[in-house]
Structures are given as C-alpha cells and as structure tokens.
C-alpha cells in the first residue's frame, strides 16, 4: 500500500559527544552512537510512531551507504513502521555522519560527512509511490544538502501536486543564517513555499522568509504569502499558530520537562502536529499534541525517541 | 629546508569503540577519539620522533577538511616536526574519518568515510619538495584509497627516482585481500615494487606479491625481485630481515610487552626502521629498534604514540 505521508532527504546517523565543552579535536574524548538521524527522518519517523491509531502510512525517499550505519537508520525506520522500500543503498559511499558537540553557552558544532546523505535523486522520485500521498514534508536542509537532495524535493512537490492539488506540503525551513547566506536561503525555499499549505519556522527562520523583524508581525506576512497555516515553534515555550481564523494566533503552552538532549525534538514536533491534523482535531489540540511530543523527545538522549501516542496522551492528560 | 624524508597519502582520524565486540550499528554505545591516524601519517610521525638525534627532517603530503579533525591531524603532525606545508585544505569535503571495531576474536570492522583522505593528487606533487629527498615511503593503503592517490604516489616516485637514482624507495604493501582482490594489489603494487628498496611486507602479504606460499620463501622470492631488503613484519615475535648478505634472514626477537592497542604498530615499526637505515646502523640493531618502537606503540591507545627516542633506546637496554 502506498504511504500517505511522505518524507525525503538526508539519512543520518548521529555521534555525539557525552560531555558539554569537548571540541571535536579533543584526542581521546568520548562520543556516543551511532544515533539514527536526519532531519526528515525524524519527521517521519515520529510521525509513524503517533500515527498507529489513524491507519496513516508512512513512507521515506533517500539513500543509506552500504555499512552498519545505514543498516541502523533502515532498521529503526523499519521497526517503528515506516515504509523504506525506497531508501536507495549506495554501494560507493558511506552513511551521511553529522558529529555533534555542545557547549555550556548553548551553542553547538556539527563535522558533517555527508557520504550517502546527499545522493537523493530525482531519479529517486517516482510517481507511482505518490499515488496515495496526502502530506508531503520538506526539510530545508534537503534543500541545501547537495543539489541533487533539492532537485528531488522539487520534484516530489510537482509530483504530488500534479496528482491531486489537494495535497498538503509542509516545510519546516531549519536552514541557518551561519550555514548559508539569507539570499540563498530564501532563493532555495521559494519554490517550497510557493505550494507550502503548514510553515513550521522558528521566529529567526519566519523574520528571514518574511524579511521583516518580529516573529509575529514575519508569520502574519507569511500567512499572506500562501501558507494556510504558520506554526511559529519555540522551543521550550511550546507555539503559536496563526492561520485565516486566527490571524493574531493562537498561544500553546509548551510542557515543562527536563531537558536531556533537544536534538530532533523540532522535526519531532513537525511529524506530530501533522498526524494531529489528518485526524481533523481543532487547531488548539493539534498544537498541544505537537509540543508534548517535542517535550516527551527532549526528555530522550538520541536524535528518534521511542514514546508512543499514549504516551503522548497521558502527558497531554497531566497537564489538563 | 626540504625534508630528507617524505610519505604522502591519507590524512585521517580514527574512532574507536572503548570496547571489544560492539558492532557499529549498535544504538548509543561508546566511541573514543578522534585520534589523528592514516598508515602514511603515521609512518611520518614516527619516524620524525625516532630522527631528532639525527638532523633528519621530514614532511608529508595529503589532504585533510577544513574542520577540527584536519586541524587536529595538522596539529599532530606539526607538535612532533614533521612539516605540514604540503598538507592541502580541501573545504567541500570533510576530513577522512576510520570507524574502527576489535572483536574478541581478533577480527576488526571498519567504516571508513573516505572523504578529503582520497584528494591527494598529482597536482600535489611538485619537484622542488624532493630536492632533499632521501626516503620516500609509500603506503598500498595509499594505492588502492583513490585512483587519484594511487597516481600521487606514483609521481612522487618518478620524481624522487629522477631527482637522484639514489633515493630509498620504501614500501609497506599493506592491501588486504578482503578488501581487494589479489590480482588488483599485485597490478597496483608493481609500479612501487620496481622501484623498492626497502620492503616491509606480513607474510601474507609476501605470499600474495611473491605468488608463492610460506612467508620465508616468498621473501626469498621478492629480494629477487629488485629490492635490496626484505624486511618480514611478524608482530609481537619481531622481524626477519632478508638482503643480500643474509639471504636466509636474520631473525630479531621481539619485545615481551602488554598489547593495549595494535593500531599503527606496523606504520611505526616501518618509521624506525627508516630512521635506523639513515643512522647507518647494522641490520641486527635497526631490526631491534624497529621492533622497540613497535612494542612502545602497542602499549598506547590510539594510532600516533608519542614516545621518545630515548624511550625506544631504555626498552632496547632493558633487554640486552
């Protein structure tokens, strides 16, 4: 049966280092992993684990090397449910590597060994694995991976429109100011959110698309520029949504909960908030659902956490 | 002042498992590193730790990525005198990374993320770095890495050979058979082993160039072949040496030590060996030497010890 939500991109997995303050030449120092990994993989792989109960099928388009590491990503993927009869296995290059250090200031540093990561091809995108789609997820930073990655972004939004117009495409642009420059950012997203129906910007991601400041006064020009829906994420103090309705937005809460490792809880929140959506909750709901996915995910070391949607549920029923 | 003695080929840095038999695939287990490594690089940095009592300068040429793992193989490097000046930046690729695993059952599992390791090219070669030349050490490691590489090495010889016809080709023809076949590293091998002088194969590796079995007449065989030494590697039970005066070899013993970390004990035996040639020392007494710093090695965690001269000579003066 072909997926109805459909993700692409980079396959990863993730080596990180066990303490804060340990730069990546430190000789001798310890990392931990391999952690499955990829922005658009922890799209989808959350957005299966949340979707056991609404018969939603999932399925990922990308390319693994042909070693342990790629074995693993295919293998939690495949576990938690997701179709990954389309991640291509390429014999020539290694599974994309991102190590990963953080500071005590916050900040953090990534060597990224892109190997197989970035193969994803047009090629890779067939028409026949769309013919169910109703959700289409890209990453901004399949868009800046290699050109090939974006290509077949390009192609996988053409696709799935040209088959039913009705298809939603969400994009979370998590591109940085300090990876790419703000023109070539906002050239290489224009073509996604042309057709994007939910934007999931942080507030510097949504003041650099808009090109305005103010998170908030960004998303209201954003809503004007296509999107049907803008979910402002921040973090810790959960979102806000701004669609037709509620052009002023609508103010979630985020869970207090301690945090163990951030990582992925973003593309966490992304992959819930869609799931919340196919099942036609009301807005409010949905970006509940979304912030305590995020919020059980930080509590996980490790990019794909492993919570259910009653686990979600029950966090979701402590706070009511 | 160009180096009298120069390696080239792959820059890496190593991570290892902390402990035996976990595969890299499995979830969230522990790595250490990085640690500066390549088979090349550490011949290089061993033998100009072995040279400073003997005004014997030393460089290397390869690649690395601009990012902290270079930085840190650069810094290695530098610390111990080798001359970093022909070591090239490549910023599209990321410094080549060896994921390394010991079972306990001897075996060891690579994954090897090639990137700015396989960039070393002909261009990187140029006549006026080999007008001091007298040891050019070439690793098969660095043959079969790229096509690229393979030519690099090739050149340098060429150039080193024509500069003057009495520079000392060493070579260590460390190709394993599961990684290529073994008509592959004897059709890359030629090249080199025309040109030899010194010879550092295993016995296996003797076998498969020799075409003959049993380690002691295939090393008989290859000093019929053109080089003027043999030097048979036999692990914790030392070297045979093979050359004209001793066609039947001279036998050293090894040193009884507690085996830590085999990594790059090979690549150090092969550095001291050079610097005791260039000493001009007796066969007998550069065999021990090799096999002290050797012995040093395997007592260090990590592919690049830092042992002394001096340290090599008080193990030697234990034994006598």
């Known amino acids: 049966m072909k997926p109805i939500i459909i993700s692409l991109g980079e396959l990863l997995v993730e080596i990180m280092r066990t303490e804060v303050d340990v730069p990546h030449g430190r000789i001798g120092s310890y990392y931990k992993g391999p952690f499955p990994s990829g922005a658009p993989a922890i799209f989808i792989n959350t957005a299966t684990r949340m979707s056991k109960s609404f018969n939603l099928t999932t399925g990922f388009i990308g390319v693994v090397g042909n070693?342990?590491?790629?074995?693993?990503?295919?293998?939690?993927?495949?576990?938690?449910?997701?179709?990954?009869?389309?991640?291509?296995i390429d014999n020539l290059r290694t599974t994309g590597i991102a190590f990963n250090q953080y500071n005590s200031d916050g900040t953090r540093k990534f060597i990224f060994a892109v190997?197989?990561?970035?193969?994803?091809?047009?090629?890779?995108?067939?028409?026949?694995?769309?013919s169910n789609v109703q959700v289409l997820h890209i990453m901004g930073s399949s868009l800046s991976i290699s050109e090939s990655s974006r290509k077949s972004c390009y192609k996988a939004i053409e696709i799935a429109k040209s088959l039913n117009p009705q298809t939603i495409i969400s994009f979370d642009p998590n591109l940085r100011p300090e990876m790419l420059d703000i023109k070539t950012i906002i050239e290489i997203s224009k073509p996604v959110l042309d057709k994007t129906t939910i934007l999931f910007p942080s507030g510097e991601e949504a003041e650099m698309l808009a090109g305005i400041k103010g998170a908030e006064k960004a998303c209201k020009k954003l809503l004007e520029m296509g999107p049907k829906i803008v979910v402002l994420k921040q973090g810790k103090d959960g979102c806000t949504i701004y669609s037709s309705e509620d052009t002023n937005g609508i103010k979630i809460k985020g869970f207090?909960?301690?945090?163990?490792?951030?990582t992925g809880a973003g593309d966490s929140f992304d992959g819930a908030f869609i799931v919340g959506y196919l099942a036609g909750w009301d807005l409010k709901r949905i970006g509940m659902f979304a912030n305590a996915t995020g919020a059980l995910k930080?509590?996980?070391?490790?990019?794909?956490?492993?919570?259910?949607?009653?686990?979600?549920?029950?966090?979701m029923d402590k706070k009511i």
């Open 115 to 130: 190997g197989a990561a970035g193969q994803t091809s047009p090629d890779d995108i067939n028409e026949e694995y769309f």
């Open 67 to 88: 070693d342990e590491f790629g074995e693993e990503v295919r293998k939690k993927l495949k576990s938690d449910g997701v179709d990954i009869s389309k991640i291509r």
């Open 256 to 262: 207090e909960v301690e945090e163990i490792d951030p």
């Open 298 to 315: 930080v509590q996980f070391f490790g990019p794909m956490a492993n919570d259910t949607y009653e686990d979600v549920l029950k966090l």
